[in-house]
């Protein structure tokens, strides 16, 4: 079975802050993404990245980078977090971008920026 | 314009009956995925169902199956029999091959009553 983990189920961070948000898979995807989840919008794309240490931006970049060292992890950072980045996060990884390809998640983090 | 509707915010049904969620899409690849995602509480993202534009039968996965109507865009899904366990948030997304990843919908709140 597909494996896809993420570092923390909840976080609280200060306005600022720099934040670290770290997504695992098992299962040698070439495919990694970041959504951000928020009531009344369903899921919204940030970044993806389609092999390591290639990247490319979502619908909703800003205020984010990401970091793909090794084909496993995928980063998701927040530079200067801020209160409106407050947030479900999920990471998804993918074995490819064909059409029937489907997207394994993992359990989501819910940041909260104070 | 949105690429995929749901058109129910929330929906209710009672136990053991049946429940049809509905998902309108808008294309103009002729090849392309439908899938549906179920979303507990937990938050986890849990693959339920998919559809290609050029299957020819509709898809069924236990209680799950999809009415695809492709001249109306529509492919809505339908539980049978529904149980406590399926109350949740359902998404329906698409996959194009002119976009690397899904395309989520708003989403639909199931709630299934004793």
């Known amino acids: 079975d597909v494996k896809v983990t993420q570092s923390s189920r909840y976080l609280v961070k200060r306005t600022g802050e720099k934040v670290f948000l770290e997504c695992v898979q098992d299962m040698d995807h070439e495919n990694m993404f970041w959504y951000r989840q928020d009531p009344g919008l369903g899921l919204r794309l940030i970044y993806f990245?389609?092999?390591?240490?290639?990247?490319e931006k979502g619908d909703i970049p800003e205020g984010y980078s990401v970091s793909r060292e090794k084909k496993e992890r995928f980063s998701l950072i927040l530079e200067s977090a801020s209160t409106n980045q407050t947030s479900m996060y999920l990471c998804a990884s993918s074995p490819g971008l064909a059409v029937y390809n489907e997207q394994f998640f993992g359990p989501g983090t819910r940041l909260t920026v104070l | 314009a949105q690429k995929i509707t749901q058109t129910q915010p929330g929906m209710f049904v009672q136990e053991k009956e049946a429940v049809t969620l509905d998902c309108t899409y808008d294309?103009?690849?002729?090849?392309?995925?439908l899938f549906w995602y179920k979303q507990p509480s937990s938050g986890e993202m849990i693959f339920l169902i998919y559809q290609g534009s050029y299957d020819q039968q509709n898809a069924t996965e236990g209680r799950y199956s999809l009415n695809f109507q492709k001249a109306r865009k529509s492919a809505n899904l339908v539980i049978s029999a529904s149980q406590l366990g399926d109350s949740a948030m359902y998404f329906c997304a698409m996959r194009e091959p002119s976009y690397s990843t899904l395309t989520f919908g708003k989403g639909t709140m199931l709630l299934v009553s004793p």
């Open positions: 990245s389609y092999d390591v240490k290639m990247k």
């Open positions: 294309t103009s690849d002729p090849s392309y995925g």
